[in-house]
Protein backbone atom coordinates (compact mmCIF):
# COMPACT_ATOMS: atom_id res chain seq x y z
CA UNK A 1 0.00 0.00 0.00
CA UNK A 2 1.13 3.58 -0.85
CA UNK A 3 1.90 5.76 1.86
CA UNK A 4 -0.93 9.02 0.80
CA UNK A 5 0.43 11.79 3.21
CA UNK A 6 4.02 12.65 2.34
CA UNK A 7 4.95 13.46 6.08
CA UNK A 8 3.71 10.00 7.26
CA UNK A 9 5.88 8.11 4.32
CA UNK A 10 8.95 10.43 5.59
CA UNK A 11 7.89 9.27 9.01
CA UNK A 12 8.32 5.61 8.10
CA UNK A 13 10.99 6.34 6.16
CA UNK A 14 13.02 7.51 9.63
CA UNK A 15 11.68 4.45 11.50
CA UNK A 16 13.29 2.24 9.24
CA UNK A 17 16.48 3.81 9.01
CA UNK A 18 16.71 4.90 12.66
CA UNK A 19 15.74 0.48 13.42
CA UNK A 20 18.24 -0.70 10.55
CA UNK A 21 21.00 1.93 12.11
CA UNK A 22 20.04 0.38 15.86
CA UNK A 23 20.73 -3.41 14.67
CA UNK A 24 23.86 -2.15 13.16
CA UNK A 25 24.94 -0.79 16.12
CA UNK A 26 24.61 -3.83 18.27
CA UNK A 27 25.59 -6.34 15.68
CA UNK A 28 29.03 -4.99 16.20
CA UNK A 29 28.70 -4.80 20.14
CA UNK A 30 27.68 -8.05 20.17
CA UNK A 31 30.21 -9.64 17.82
CA UNK A 32 33.19 -7.21 18.33
CA UNK A 33 32.57 -6.17 22.39
CA UNK A 34 35.72 -7.10 24.45
CA UNK A 35 36.59 -6.40 27.66
CA UNK A 36 40.03 -4.41 28.65
CA UNK A 37 42.56 -6.70 28.31
CA UNK A 38 44.81 -5.42 30.54
CA UNK A 39 48.35 -6.83 30.48
CA UNK A 40 48.22 -9.11 33.47
CA UNK A 41 51.15 -10.73 34.56
CA UNK A 42 50.57 -14.09 35.47
CA UNK A 43 53.78 -16.05 37.07
CA UNK A 44 53.31 -19.95 37.23
CA UNK A 45 52.64 -19.76 40.85
CA UNK A 46 49.09 -17.79 40.22
CA UNK A 47 47.48 -20.59 37.51
CA UNK A 48 44.87 -22.51 39.21
CA UNK A 49 46.87 -25.97 39.05
CA UNK A 50 48.84 -24.55 42.31
CA UNK A 51 46.85 -22.40 44.22
CA UNK A 52 43.61 -25.41 44.09
CA UNK A 53 44.07 -26.33 47.85
CA UNK A 54 42.78 -22.64 48.50
CA UNK A 55 40.58 -22.13 45.25
CA UNK A 56 38.63 -25.16 44.97
CA UNK A 57 37.08 -27.34 48.04
CA UNK A 58 35.19 -30.19 47.24
CA UNK A 59 35.07 -33.75 48.52
CA UNK A 60 34.25 -35.75 45.45
CA UNK A 61 37.03 -37.65 45.02
CA UNK A 62 38.80 -38.27 41.17
CA UNK A 63 39.35 -41.95 40.79
CA UNK A 64 40.38 -43.38 37.30
CA UNK A 65 38.31 -45.19 35.43
CA UNK A 66 38.51 -47.75 32.30
CA UNK A 67 35.54 -48.09 30.01
CA UNK A 68 35.12 -51.20 30.98
CA UNK A 69 35.76 -51.04 34.81
CA UNK A 70 33.32 -52.07 37.58
CA UNK A 71 34.82 -49.85 40.34
CA UNK A 72 32.65 -47.79 42.05
CA UNK A 73 33.83 -43.92 41.41
CA UNK A 74 32.98 -40.92 42.29
CA UNK A 75 31.58 -37.61 39.90
CA UNK A 76 34.58 -36.02 38.44
CA UNK A 77 33.44 -32.73 39.36
CA UNK A 78 36.47 -30.26 37.18
CA UNK A 79 35.08 -30.24 33.10
CA UNK A 80 35.98 -28.22 30.59
CA UNK A 81 33.06 -28.32 27.22
CA UNK A 82 34.16 -26.73 24.26
CA UNK A 83 31.21 -25.91 23.20
CA UNK A 84 31.10 -25.76 19.22
CA UNK A 85 28.37 -24.05 17.00
CA UNK A 86 25.33 -26.01 15.40
CA UNK A 87 26.28 -29.07 17.18
CA UNK A 88 23.71 -29.96 19.76
CA UNK A 89 25.98 -28.12 21.94
CA UNK A 90 22.97 -25.95 24.03
CA UNK A 91 21.46 -29.73 25.15
CA UNK A 92 25.18 -30.66 26.18
CA UNK A 93 25.11 -26.94 28.11
CA UNK A 94 21.88 -28.12 30.06
CA UNK A 95 23.03 -31.35 31.03
CA UNK A 96 26.68 -30.22 32.82
CA UNK A 97 24.39 -26.99 34.27
CA UNK A 98 21.63 -29.17 36.08
CA UNK A 99 25.19 -31.20 36.75
CA UNK A 100 26.73 -28.25 38.20
CA UNK A 101 23.62 -27.46 40.24
CA UNK A 102 23.33 -30.76 41.80
CA UNK A 103 27.44 -30.89 42.83
CA UNK A 104 27.26 -26.78 43.71
CA UNK A 105 30.18 -26.45 41.56
CA UNK A 106 31.96 -23.11 40.51
CA UNK A 107 31.06 -22.43 36.80
CA UNK A 108 33.68 -19.52 35.04
CA UNK A 109 30.95 -18.01 33.62
CA UNK A 110 31.27 -14.75 31.06
CA UNK A 111 30.11 -11.36 31.69
CA UNK A 112 27.29 -9.56 29.71
CA UNK A 113 26.69 -11.87 27.66
CA UNK A 114 26.53 -15.56 27.08
CA UNK A 115 29.89 -16.14 25.49
CA UNK A 116 33.37 -15.56 25.98
CA UNK A 117 33.61 -12.57 23.98
CA UNK A 118 33.21 -14.47 20.85
CA UNK A 119 34.88 -14.67 18.02
CA UNK A 120 37.79 -13.07 20.05
CA UNK A 121 40.22 -15.41 20.88
CA UNK A 122 39.91 -16.48 24.89
CA UNK A 123 41.53 -15.28 27.80
CA UNK A 124 41.29 -15.66 31.27
CA UNK A 125 40.71 -12.26 31.85
CA UNK A 126 37.14 -12.76 29.54
CA UNK A 127 35.68 -14.54 32.91
CA UNK A 128 33.49 -12.89 35.00
CA UNK A 129 35.34 -12.30 38.87
CA UNK A 130 38.39 -13.75 37.31
CA UNK A 131 41.57 -13.33 39.16
CA UNK A 132 45.55 -15.11 38.71
CA UNK A 133 45.48 -18.29 40.67
CA UNK A 134 41.31 -18.56 41.41
CA UNK A 135 39.82 -22.14 40.16
CA UNK A 136 36.82 -23.20 38.86
CA UNK A 137 35.15 -26.32 38.18
CA UNK A 138 32.86 -26.31 34.68
CA UNK A 139 34.29 -23.76 31.94
CA UNK A 140 31.09 -24.81 29.47
CA UNK A 141 30.15 -21.58 27.48
CA UNK A 142 31.06 -20.37 23.61
CA UNK A 143 34.45 -19.12 23.13
CA UNK A 144 37.07 -19.33 20.79
CA UNK A 145 39.53 -22.38 22.19
CA UNK A 146 42.70 -21.53 23.82
CA UNK A 147 44.02 -24.49 25.74
CA UNK A 148 46.82 -22.58 27.14
CA UNK A 149 44.13 -19.88 28.65
CA UNK A 150 41.78 -22.21 29.70
CA UNK A 151 43.55 -24.77 31.65
CA UNK A 152 44.83 -21.46 33.98
CA UNK A 153 41.44 -21.82 35.23
CA UNK A 154 40.57 -25.85 36.01
CA UNK A 155 42.95 -28.39 38.47
CA UNK A 156 45.01 -30.48 36.62
CA UNK A 157 42.99 -33.32 37.17
CA UNK A 158 40.15 -31.40 34.66
CA UNK A 159 38.40 -33.58 31.94
CA UNK A 160 38.31 -32.03 28.58
CA UNK A 161 35.78 -32.70 25.58
CA UNK A 162 33.82 -30.96 22.85
CA UNK A 163 31.91 -32.28 20.37
CA UNK A 164 31.85 -32.13 16.25
CA UNK A 165 28.88 -32.80 13.30
CA UNK A 166 28.96 -33.86 10.18
CA UNK A 167 30.47 -30.68 8.19
CA UNK A 168 28.05 -30.38 5.30
CA UNK A 169 25.01 -30.37 8.07
CA UNK A 170 27.05 -27.81 9.86
CA UNK A 171 27.65 -25.88 7.23
CA UNK A 172 24.07 -25.41 6.01
CA UNK A 173 22.38 -25.13 9.61
CA UNK A 174 25.44 -22.50 10.26
CA UNK A 175 24.65 -20.20 7.10
CA UNK A 176 21.08 -20.08 7.40
CA UNK A 177 21.15 -19.44 11.21
CA UNK A 178 23.56 -16.68 11.20
CA UNK A 179 22.94 -15.27 7.81
CA UNK A 180 21.52 -12.38 8.78
CA UNK A 181 24.75 -11.56 10.70
CA UNK A 182 27.15 -12.41 7.51
CA UNK A 183 27.00 -9.23 5.25
CA UNK A 184 28.64 -11.70 2.41
CA UNK A 185 25.58 -13.11 1.87
CA UNK A 186 22.97 -10.68 1.48
CA UNK A 187 23.84 -9.75 -2.02
CA UNK A 188 23.38 -13.44 -3.43
CA UNK A 189 20.73 -13.41 -5.68
CA UNK A 190 17.94 -16.41 -5.87
CA UNK A 191 15.50 -18.27 -3.52
CA UNK A 192 18.25 -21.12 -2.86
CA UNK A 193 20.96 -18.54 -1.63
CA UNK A 194 22.80 -21.36 -0.21
CA UNK A 195 22.85 -23.62 -3.27
CA UNK A 196 23.82 -20.27 -5.38
CA UNK A 197 26.75 -19.61 -2.78
CA UNK A 198 28.29 -23.15 -2.91
CA UNK A 199 28.23 -23.06 -6.98
CA UNK A 200 30.99 -20.66 -7.06
CA UNK A 201 31.79 -19.95 -3.22
CA UNK A 202 35.18 -17.48 -4.57
CA UNK A 203 32.55 -15.41 -6.01
CA UNK A 204 31.29 -14.63 -2.51
CA UNK A 205 33.38 -15.69 0.33
CA UNK A 206 36.27 -13.06 1.48
CA UNK A 207 38.35 -14.50 4.25
CA UNK A 208 38.43 -10.84 5.71
CA UNK A 209 34.89 -9.69 5.82
CA UNK A 210 32.75 -9.22 8.59
CA UNK A 211 31.77 -12.84 10.01
CA UNK A 212 33.07 -14.29 7.35
CA UNK A 213 34.51 -17.89 9.33
CA UNK A 214 31.04 -18.57 9.49
CA UNK A 215 30.52 -19.78 6.07
CA UNK A 216 33.74 -22.05 6.19
CA UNK A 217 35.70 -24.83 8.67
CA UNK A 218 33.97 -23.07 11.38
CA UNK A 219 34.71 -26.04 13.57
CA UNK A 220 38.13 -25.20 12.55
CA UNK A 221 37.56 -21.51 13.95
CA UNK A 222 36.08 -22.50 16.81
CA UNK A 223 39.26 -24.49 17.73
CA UNK A 224 41.34 -21.36 17.05
CA UNK A 225 43.07 -22.78 14.22
CA UNK A 226 43.46 -20.91 10.59
CA UNK A 227 39.30 -21.94 9.07
CA UNK A 228 40.77 -21.25 5.30
CA UNK A 229 43.68 -23.61 5.22
CA UNK A 230 42.83 -26.04 2.66
CA UNK A 231 42.29 -29.79 3.29
CA UNK A 232 45.60 -30.98 2.10
CA UNK A 233 48.04 -28.35 4.04
CA UNK A 234 50.02 -29.70 6.23
CA UNK A 235 49.15 -27.78 9.30
CA UNK A 236 45.53 -29.30 9.17
CA UNK A 237 46.71 -32.66 10.14
CA UNK A 238 49.15 -31.01 13.11
CA UNK A 239 46.48 -29.25 14.58
CA UNK A 240 44.17 -31.93 14.63
CA UNK A 241 46.75 -34.11 16.35
CA UNK A 242 47.15 -31.30 18.50
CA UNK A 243 43.92 -31.69 19.59
CA UNK A 244 43.90 -35.29 20.04
CA UNK A 245 46.31 -34.48 23.32
CA UNK A 246 43.94 -31.98 24.79
CA UNK A 247 40.57 -33.77 24.66
CA UNK A 248 39.84 -36.64 26.74
CA UNK A 249 36.73 -37.45 24.55
CA UNK A 250 35.34 -35.99 21.38
CA UNK A 251 31.50 -36.50 20.75
CA UNK A 252 29.62 -37.06 17.57
CA UNK A 253 26.14 -35.43 17.31
CA UNK A 254 24.87 -38.21 14.85
CA UNK A 255 25.68 -40.98 17.45
CA UNK A 256 24.09 -38.76 20.28
CA UNK A 257 23.02 -40.93 22.98
CA UNK A 258 26.08 -43.00 22.24
CA UNK A 259 27.99 -39.97 22.84
CA UNK A 260 26.56 -39.22 26.27
CA UNK A 261 27.05 -43.19 27.30
CA UNK A 262 30.72 -42.48 26.59
CA UNK A 263 30.64 -39.39 28.51
CA UNK A 264 28.53 -41.01 31.45
CA UNK A 265 31.45 -43.53 31.81
CA UNK A 266 34.46 -41.01 30.98
CA UNK A 267 32.90 -38.50 34.50
CA UNK A 268 31.35 -41.30 36.43
CA UNK A 269 27.87 -40.17 36.11
CA UNK A 270 24.49 -41.61 36.61
CA UNK A 271 21.83 -42.01 33.69
CA UNK A 272 19.75 -39.46 35.84
CA UNK A 273 22.72 -37.03 34.75
CA UNK A 274 22.34 -37.30 30.94
CA UNK A 275 18.67 -37.17 30.84
CA UNK A 276 17.53 -34.48 27.77
CA UNK A 277 15.66 -32.85 25.44
CA UNK A 278 16.53 -31.97 22.09
CA UNK A 279 17.15 -28.14 22.61
CA UNK A 280 17.70 -25.00 20.11
CA UNK A 281 16.61 -27.17 16.88
CA UNK A 282 15.40 -25.87 13.45
CA UNK A 283 11.26 -26.39 12.17
CA UNK A 284 12.27 -28.72 9.99
CA UNK A 285 10.43 -26.51 6.55
CA UNK A 286 13.85 -24.00 7.45
CA UNK A 287 16.33 -27.26 7.33
CA UNK A 288 17.65 -27.06 3.27
CA UNK A 289 17.68 -30.64 1.62
CA UNK A 290 21.04 -30.71 -0.27
CA UNK A 291 21.14 -33.64 -2.91
CA UNK A 292 24.81 -35.72 -3.60
CA UNK A 293 26.04 -32.57 -5.74
CA UNK A 294 25.71 -30.01 -3.39
CA UNK A 295 26.88 -32.27 -0.60
CA UNK A 296 30.15 -32.78 -2.14
CA UNK A 297 30.63 -29.38 -2.99
CA UNK A 298 29.92 -27.99 0.67
CA UNK A 299 32.04 -30.87 1.37
CA UNK A 300 35.37 -29.77 -0.41
CA UNK A 301 34.62 -26.32 0.64
CA UNK A 302 34.76 -27.42 4.42
CA UNK A 303 37.52 -29.79 3.32
CA UNK A 304 39.94 -28.98 7.01
CA UNK A 305 36.47 -29.56 9.42
CA UNK A 306 35.75 -32.69 7.11
CA UNK A 307 39.26 -33.99 7.98
CA UNK A 308 38.97 -33.04 11.86
CA UNK A 309 35.25 -34.98 11.77
CA UNK A 310 36.66 -38.12 10.08
CA UNK A 311 39.54 -38.03 12.53
CA UNK A 312 37.40 -38.09 15.36
CA UNK A 313 34.64 -39.96 13.93
CA UNK A 314 37.64 -42.84 13.96
CA UNK A 315 38.81 -42.24 17.32
CA UNK A 316 34.60 -42.13 18.62
CA UNK A 317 34.41 -45.90 17.13
CA UNK A 318 37.05 -46.90 19.03
CA UNK A 319 36.06 -45.70 22.10
CA UNK A 320 32.61 -47.38 21.36
CA UNK A 321 34.19 -50.75 20.40
CA UNK A 322 36.71 -50.51 24.21
CA UNK A 323 33.83 -50.04 25.75
CA UNK A 324 31.67 -52.60 23.82
CA UNK A 325 29.14 -52.78 21.80
CA UNK A 326 26.31 -54.98 23.16
CA UNK A 327 26.76 -52.73 26.43
CA UNK A 328 26.48 -49.47 24.51
CA UNK A 329 22.92 -50.79 22.69
CA UNK A 330 21.84 -51.93 26.00
CA UNK A 331 22.68 -48.36 27.71
CA UNK A 332 21.32 -46.63 24.91
CA UNK A 333 18.06 -48.68 25.27
CA UNK A 334 17.95 -48.16 28.59
CA UNK A 335 18.25 -43.97 27.74
CA UNK A 336 16.05 -43.70 25.23
CA UNK A 337 13.10 -45.92 27.54
CA UNK A 338 14.10 -42.73 30.27
CA UNK A 339 14.09 -40.25 28.29
CA UNK A 340 10.64 -41.44 26.63
CA UNK A 341 9.44 -41.40 30.24
CA UNK A 342 10.34 -37.91 31.18
CA UNK A 343 8.99 -36.47 28.09
CA UNK A 344 5.48 -38.11 29.28
CA UNK A 345 5.83 -36.32 32.56
CA UNK A 346 6.96 -33.16 31.51
CA UNK A 347 6.16 -32.10 27.84
CA UNK A 348 2.37 -31.00 26.85
CA UNK A 349 1.49 -33.20 23.63
CA UNK A 350 5.04 -34.79 23.91
CA UNK A 351 6.57 -32.95 21.06
CA UNK A 352 8.32 -29.42 19.93
CA UNK A 353 6.84 -26.60 19.43
CA UNK A 354 7.03 -23.40 16.82
CA UNK A 355 8.58 -20.67 19.11
CA UNK A 356 4.90 -18.29 18.10
CA UNK A 357 3.21 -21.32 19.99
CA UNK A 358 4.96 -21.71 23.50
CA UNK A 359 2.75 -20.36 26.09
CA UNK A 360 5.76 -19.57 28.94
CA UNK A 361 8.43 -16.84 27.77
CA UNK A 362 10.77 -18.77 30.27
CA UNK A 363 10.97 -21.53 28.11
CA UNK A 364 11.27 -19.77 24.80
CA UNK A 365 14.35 -20.39 23.03
CA UNK A 366 16.55 -17.74 21.71
CA UNK A 367 15.85 -16.69 17.88
CA UNK A 368 18.88 -15.67 15.12
CA UNK A 369 18.09 -12.09 14.28
CA UNK A 370 15.23 -12.12 11.93
CA UNK A 371 13.60 -15.15 12.48
CA UNK A 372 11.85 -17.28 14.49
CA UNK A 373 12.22 -21.03 13.58
CA UNK A 374 13.68 -22.65 16.45
CA UNK A 375 11.50 -24.91 18.27
CA UNK A 376 10.93 -25.30 21.85
CA UNK A 377 8.20 -26.79 24.67
CA UNK A 378 5.54 -26.46 26.69
CA UNK A 379 5.67 -27.78 29.96
CA UNK A 380 2.68 -30.12 31.26
CA UNK A 381 -0.03 -28.38 33.30
CA UNK A 382 0.09 -31.20 35.97
CA UNK A 383 3.11 -32.17 36.97
CA UNK A 384 3.65 -34.92 39.99
CA UNK A 385 5.62 -32.20 42.46
CA UNK A 386 8.34 -34.89 42.47
CA UNK A 387 9.19 -34.01 38.84
CA UNK A 388 8.47 -30.11 38.49
CA UNK A 389 11.62 -28.84 39.50
CA UNK A 390 13.58 -31.00 37.27
CA UNK A 391 11.09 -30.67 34.35
CA UNK A 392 11.22 -26.87 34.31
CA UNK A 393 15.30 -27.47 34.16
CA UNK A 394 15.34 -30.01 31.48
CA UNK A 395 13.04 -27.49 29.33
CA UNK A 396 15.16 -24.31 30.07
CA UNK A 397 16.86 -22.97 27.16
CA UNK A 398 20.70 -21.25 27.37
CA UNK A 399 20.04 -17.66 27.91
CA UNK A 400 16.81 -18.88 30.55
CA UNK A 401 19.17 -20.94 32.13
CA UNK A 402 22.25 -18.78 32.57
CA UNK A 403 20.33 -15.84 33.86
CA UNK A 404 18.99 -18.21 36.73
CA UNK A 405 22.56 -18.64 37.42
CA UNK A 406 23.25 -15.18 37.71
CA UNK A 407 25.19 -14.33 34.50
CA UNK A 408 24.12 -10.99 33.85
CA UNK A 409 23.62 -10.55 30.10
CA UNK A 410 22.80 -7.31 29.75
CA UNK A 411 24.18 -6.90 25.51
CA UNK A 412 22.39 -10.21 24.55
CA UNK A 413 19.43 -9.06 26.11
CA UNK A 414 19.68 -6.03 24.21
CA UNK A 415 20.29 -8.07 20.97
CA UNK A 416 17.19 -10.12 21.59
CA UNK A 417 15.23 -7.16 22.55
CA UNK A 418 15.74 -5.47 19.06
CA UNK A 419 15.36 -8.47 17.67
CA UNK A 420 11.74 -8.60 19.30
CA UNK A 421 10.91 -5.03 18.53
CA UNK A 422 11.77 -5.12 14.65
CA UNK A 423 10.41 -9.12 13.75
Partial sequence: MFCIKTSKCKAVVRGLILLALLSNVVLVLYCLTNPGQGNISERQEDTCPLSIAKSVKTSSAVLSQSFKSKVECSPKVNIMFMKTHK????????????????????????????????????????????????????????MRFDHQEVAKLLPPDAVFFTILRDPVDLFESSFHYYHMAIPLTWNIDGEDKLAEFLKSPLVYYNPNAFNSFYLKNLLFFDFGFDNNLESDDPRVMQNIHHLSKQFHLVLIAEYFEESLILLKDLLCLKMDDILYFKLNARKSSSVSQLGPEMRAKALHWNGADWRLYQHFNATFWAKVDAYGRERMNQEVEELRKRNDKM????????????????????????????EKFIMGYNINKDINPKFKKLCEKMLTPEIQYLADLGVSLWLTKLWGWLNDKIY
Avoid: M
Fill in 87 to 142: TASSTILNILFRFGEKHKLKFAFPDGRNDFFYPSPFQCSQVKDYRPGKCFNIVCNH
Fill in 343 to 370: TDICIEGGCAVEAKNINNRQFLPWQPFG
